[in-house]
């Protein structure tokens, strides 16, 4: 009979108790499970709900039952439904009607709840120091490249010249943003549920403030009926995880450009690629397409939770048993992603000369050719036109603007003088742009000098 199964006049179907068990995916919850079960069982004995015997025998075989389980020595099945019962009928098997005891004062509700409050705060954790991994390697990558001038694109078309270190350190933020988006999830997953029962607390003299210390729980939930509703915190994560996501794909994206013949800027190593089964001289950059093709799969995550969540009243209600194969999927896909794009980031080689070249076309000093006019009394619209015909003078001529001579120059404005070729080189060009955030190269030095001091 299940544990719950008194008020039944008969068992429940075999189908349905297969569709209504969570065992297959919540079992990964069990380190979760045995930690929560024996704060509870402690807080029982302490506060003498049960016995102190009760409590030692408790814990001592909660402990036996989870060393069993991580050497292989248990086999969960549908039979218990989930973790929790899983968990609480093997440890009656073993110690008899003390075992029945630890459900004392607490519900399957605040029981899951906790544990998948446990879970994500390990697996934050672990994402968190991820990141700073690959942060780290791109503060190194950057740090090598502070003179490897490159074009810098919006709309795929060469704009600007910048460096690498500035293009990777553009992606130093983003990954900036999301250690603290993680961080600030954990501050509101950092909260302690067990306790609420399952919707309206206990009768019972508990004490929750114990709980929370024993579990390490910065504090407790204020309403036990939003504590056991609660999945905000586990779509905050999937949140999190697909913005993660979607910025490694966007780099993903770039560097499977950037290794294509026609831009051949970087070259993936051959650890992080694949070969075709018909093409031999084939060399496909496929962990980074991988990345890019699993972004999908953890927005499907976030929408998945969102959907569940949508339509349910208060308190808890069966359909969130599904929150979990989300919230795992995800977390893992994350973690291998960060991992993955790390190790192709430390071994990836960059071609400087084919990004200088490409730096050299693409009249990409015409913004700072119209700087220069500005600089000598021009209106910058003013500039802006004079600019421009000046760039499909020199499409019909096929010249790049600094191959014009002074007289050519001033055959588009008088304003032109000798010292503008000081202006117009690719590397006067980057070093103009002394804004604050900008690409100059000292800017660029101190954006590095900033990462270094943070992580």
């Known amino acids: 009979m299940k544990l719950w199964g008194g008020r039944f006049s008969k068992e429940e179907s075999l189908s349905a108790d297969a569709f209504n068990a969570s065992i297959e995916f919540d079992q990964k919850l069990y380190k979760q499970d045995i930690r929560g079960s024996i704060a509870h069982a402690k807080m029982l004995g302490r506060q ?65 709840a906790v544990d998948l409050r446990l879970y994500l705060k390990e697996e934050i954790g672990e994402i968190v120091e991820l990141a700073r991994e690959l942060s780290r390697s791109l503060i190194s990558l950057a740090k090598v490249n502070q003179d490897t001038v490159m074009p810098g694109y919006t709309h795929l078309q060469r704009a600007q010249p910048v460096t690498l270190a500035f293009h990777l350190m553009a992606y130093y933020q983003m990954f900036k943003r999301d250690l603290g988006r993680y961080q600030d999830c954990y501050k509101r997953t950092d909260v302690l549920p067990l306790g609420s029962g399952a919707l309206a607390g206990t009768t019972y003299d508990t004490d929750r403030i114990f709980l929370a210390r024993e579990l ?111 919230v795992f999927a995800a977390g893992d896909t994350v973690k291998k992603s960060l991992a993955i794009f790390t190790d ?65 120059l001033k055959n588009f404005s008088e304003k032109f003088e000798e010292d503008v070729y000081n202006k117009i080189s690719v590397t006067a060009c980057i070093e103009a742009k002394k804004s604050l955030g900008g690409a100059s190269f000292d800017s660029v030095a101190k954006m590095i000098e900033k990462a270094e001091q943070e992580n």
């Not at 003390?98 to 004062?105: F, I, P, R």
């Not at 949508?310 to 194969?325: H, I, R, S, T, V």
């Not at 209106?379 to 760039?391: K, L, N, S, T, Y």
């Open 344 to 408: 192709m980031l430390n071994t990836l080689h960059v071609k400087k000369e084919n990004m200088a070249q490409a730096a050299k076309k693409g009249y990409m000093n015409a913004t700072d050719a119209a700087d220069y006019l500005v600089g000598k009394g021009l209106a910058f619209r003013d500039c802006h036109e004079v600019i421009g015909r000046m760039v499909l003078h020199c499409i019909h001529e096929n010249k790049a603007i600094e191959d014009l001579t002074l007289v050519e």
């Open 48 to 112: 003498g709900i049960i016995t102190e015997d009760e409590t030692a025998l408790i814990i001592k075989n909660l402990d036996i039952i989870l060393a069993d389980i991580e050497a292989g020595h248990i086999e969960f099945t549908i039979e218990n439904e989930d973790i929790h019962m899983s968990i609480e009928s093997l440890l009656t098997q073993r110690i008899g009607p003390a075992g029945k005891k630890l459900h004392t004062a607490r519900s399957r509700n605040d029981q899951v």
């Open 216 to 326: 390490g729980f910065a504090g407790i939930s204020e309403n036990a009926m939003d504590a056991v509703s609660d999945r905000d915190f586990a779509i905050e994560f999937l949140s999190a995880c697909s913005i993660t996501m979607m910025h490694l794909s966007r780099f993903c994206e770039e560097l499977i450009i950037w290794s294509s013949s026609e831009f051949s800027f970087v070259e993936m190593d051959d650890a992080y690629s694949t070969g075709s089964s018909i093409m031999p001289q084939k060399k496909n950059p496929d962990m980074a397409e991988l990345i890019r093709g699993k972004t999908g799969s953890v927005y499907g995550n976030l929408l998945t939770l969102l959907t569940i969540m949508k339509g349910l009243p208060l308190a808890y209600n069966k359909d969130m048993q599904e929150d979990k194969p989300p």
